[in-house]
């Protein structure tokens, strides 16, 4: 057996033994539990669904790019303020949180359908003329509107127990900024857990939850048909179904960039050129894919996570099937009812502390790439779409009701319109760094310079 050292890199994790690796793919499913558990959680998604398909959607992605890649898919926050936003308007058509839901659902697979279109295009034009069309002016500005226009939320579900709101904080900074090995990697984990326990030790967890926890069965299956998006297919309601796709369907934008910039940031970690070698088009495919899956069957949207590339880069074992290990552990938690009412047991201060962070790092993943890119914010026409996107985004979501710019019956996300308005603007609007300041160009020419 080989050992392990973390200054020598690993493509082949099978010299280090079955034992070694079968840790290593535990490590790469708590580093995505945290967060992945708390989209369901936020949103009233089913927990075990979302596991059992961020699993079966790690596995769908691998097979889309030939077992090359080493990416783990959780859960996406990006499409939160969509499923809020779908909620919110189809509670005031008298329905239930539960039986709108599914609606949101179809919206996100209309998203995950256009994650093809992109491949498609990557696959005919090239990535560089494709990328045009997403200058970082634009999309800087989504990704910190999405922290922003979530962080409502964190706070109001920290004032329901600020104390218990404050463990999962400070456990949480001390673990990421003091924390070695596997402590630094996992630290949103370690936050839950820790404010979690305080709460039941002070008694602070609902009654009612507590008692939906003893009485869970230890084994069941992971989702209910009439909570999928396939339910919802089957409705009948088309006029709500298409005001949910118009909704969230455009997020997709967001996402996409996420992706592409996870995939460079994988890239450069391992020193392999995936965005050549299996290629974005099979990647943005399989992120597209497992998305489509999941929402079909009631769980949250995927996306590639960044924590688990933080793995990579600790353990210097960039071996695709230690992460094909983490799915299937993820798979086979989410056949457990008695596990799915654990989590729905926690806190919502808990949630809210964490979250609260977790927001803010999106906002600051944002005010990042406009740094990295040399946006220049005293040019008038970056300021301008700059101020436009935020401003579109964050006061449709707060301003309108249901979170919405209603056109009839039709309301769309102001996440929807700050991209779309965005986009528009940095075509049209003439002026130094325009469509040639493009998303990551830099860092594609970089890494496919590096692999060859």
């Not at 999309?139 to 218990?164: M, Y």
């Not at 998303?439 to 594609?444: E, G, L, N, T």
Request: aromatic content about 8%; some cysteine; proline content about 4%.
């Amino acid at each position: 057996m080989a050992k392990l050292s973390t200054n020598e890199a690993v493509y082949d994790a099978r010299q280090l033994g079955k034992g070694r690796m079968l840790v290593l793919g535990l490590q790469h499913m708590f580093a995505m539990f945290g967060a992945t558990i708390l989209v369901p959680t936020i949103t009233g998604l089913s927990v075990s669904a979302t596991l059992l398909f961020a699993g079966l959607g790690t596995l769908l992605f691998h097979w889309f790019t030939k077992m090359k890649v080493p990416a783990f898919l959780g859960s996406s926050f990006a499409f939160l303020g969509g499923y809020a936003t779908v909620v919110a308007m189809g509670t005031e058509m008298g329905m239930t949180q539960a039986e709108a839901l599914p609606y949101a659902c179809v919206g996100v697979v209309a998203a995950g359908l256009l994650y093809f279109v992109l491949a498609a295009a990557f696959k005919l034009f090239g990535v560089h003329r494709v990328m045009k069309l997403f200058p970082p002016v634009v999309t800087g500005p989504i990704i910190i509107s999405i922290g922003l226009i979530l962080a409502g939320t964190a706070v109001k579900s920290i004032l329901t127990n600020w104390w218990v709101a404050l463990i999962a904080i400070l456990v949480v900074i001390i673990c990421n900024i003091w924390g070695k090995g596997m402590i630094k990697i996992i630290p949103i984990l370690l936050g839950v857990l820790a404010s979690y326990v305080m709460a039941a030790i002070f008694g602070q967890l609902e009654p009612g939850k507590v008692q939906a926890l003893h009485d869970a069965a230890w084994i069941g299956l992971p989702f209910q048909w009439q909570n999928t998006g396939m339910y919802a297919l089957g409705s009948g309601n088309w006029s709500f179904l298409i005001t949910a796709i118009v909704a969230i369907m455009p997020i997709a934008l967001a996402t996409m960039i996420e992706h592409i910039g996870d995939m460079c940031a994988i890239s450069s970690t391992c020193n392999r050129n995936y965005l050549e070698d299996p290629g974005l088009h099979r990647t943005l495919m399989g992120d597209g894919a497992a998305t489509v899956l999941a929402s079909l069957f009631g769980a949250p949207a995927n996306t590639t996570y960044g924590e688990n590339t933080g793995v990579l880069n600790l353990t210097r074992v960039f071996d695709p099937r230690v992460i094909r290990i983490a799915a299937v552990v993820a798979i086979i938690f989410s056949f457990s009812p008695k596990f799915a009412a654990l989590i729905y047991a926690m806190p919502t201060a808990t949630i809210g502390g964490v979250s609260l962070i977790l927001y803010g790092m999106i906002s600051s993943v944002g005010v990042r790439s406009l740094v990295e890119n040399q946006v220049d914010l005293t040019d008038s026409r970056n300021l301008i779409i700059t101020a436009l996107t935020i401003t579109l985004a964050v006061g449709i979501s707060y301003g309108c009701e249901g979170g919405a710019l209603q056109f009839g019956k039709i309301g769309i996300s102001g996440l929807a319109v700050a991209a779309i308005v965005g986009i528009i603007a940095a075509v049209v609007l003439p002026g130094k760094g325009g469509m040639d300041d493009t998303v990551d160009v830099k860092q594609i020419d970089e890494i496919e310079k590096k692999s060859e």
